[in-house]
């Protein structure tokens, strides 16, 4: 339930417009060249992005955005004028930044918690639960984030298979040859075939009951913390193409916001608490 005051930055949130209407290239097109997005999709993100930005004005220990929200953010950063002027002064009163994140296991696990926070604070003010699509689950989030640009006029993209179709396949194909050696009658390729074949299945056994979670980068999170929206997304790899990069989006009762818990350099002024 929001209090009247939420109630009334909501709906400033709500009406505030990402596209300006007389560009021939507007904010949501461009947000879905650069992400190879549909339309549809890309005006689903930007909705939950706003529902973001709300939460980092009411929440008390932080929140952290999904890669795709942090997307859309990324880009209003670069839109100065719409991010700091309509959005941050004329729209919220105080100023959100954007700042890198130091990285270590201690800060993955601080914005894995933020992390569900945020679902948590989802479900509180918005009365349901986050579209996975857009705000996948916690292992998800930390680790399929490994993106860069990429000229697509220059160069081809084709999808890889995941680790989980490429093991599957290895192990139908050894047990295939595996069988063919069985019946030629051949020893030798056999026991290699064999051989392979244990391999493969070893591999197999081990990557389902070690789990995605093995495979999580350190430093690649974000988070809002208390002292202010301290939203530190530290893309790593998955948006300028290297490590340790990450967000902060500062607002506090007081005069700035600090630049420690994985932020750096963070300043902000005339912010408020959101409640």
């Not at 904010?27 to 939950?48: C, D, K, P, Q």
């Not at 930044?97 to 990285?103: E, I």
């Not at 690649?220 to 939203?231: L, Q």
Request: hydrophobic share 35%.
């Amino acid at each position: 339930m929001l209090s009247a005051e939420q109630a009334t930055l909501w709906q400033k949130i709500l009406d505030f417009q990402l596209d300006d209407a007389e560009a021939a290239f507007k904010f949501s097109e461009r947000l879905a060249r650069e992400n190879g997005w549909t339309l549809h999709y890309t005006l689903r993100v930007i909705s939950e992005y706003k529902k973001f930005i709300f939460l980092c004005c009411v929440s008390d220990k932080g929140v952290t955005p999904s890669d795709a929200v942090d997307q859309a953010w990324h880009l209003h950063l670069t839109f100065t004028r719409s991010y700091w002027i309509d959005l941050c002064r004329n729209t919220l009163g105080r100023e959100l930044h954007h700042n890198p994140t130091k990285g270590g296991a201690d800060e993955d696990t601080k914005y894995d918690e933020f992390y569900t926070d945020t679902a948590y604070l989802y479900h509180q003010f918005f009365d349901g639960l986050p579209p996975v699509d857009i705000w996948p689950d916690n292992a998800k989030r930390f680790i399929d984030i490994d993106f860069e640009r990429v000229n697509k006029k220059r160069n081809w993209i084709i999808r890889k298979l995941g680790i989980n179709k490429v093991l599957s396949i290895s192990l139908f194909w050894t047990f295939v040859l595996l069988i063919i050696a069985l019946n030629e009658g051949d020893g030798s390729l056999f026991s290699l075939c064999f051989l392979a074949f244990f391999v493969v299945l070893l591999i197999t056994i081990f990557k389902w009951e070690k789990g995605d979670s093995a495979y999580r980068r350190d430093g690649d999170n974000s988070g809002c913390s208390p002292t202010g929206v301290d939203i530190n997304n530290g893309d790593g790899i998955s948006h300028h193409g290297h490590s340790g990069h990450g967000c902060n989006s500062g607002c506090s009762s007081h005069s700035g916001c600090s630049s420690h818990s994985g932020c750096s350099g963070c300043s902000s002024s005339g912010c408020g608490s959101g409640h």
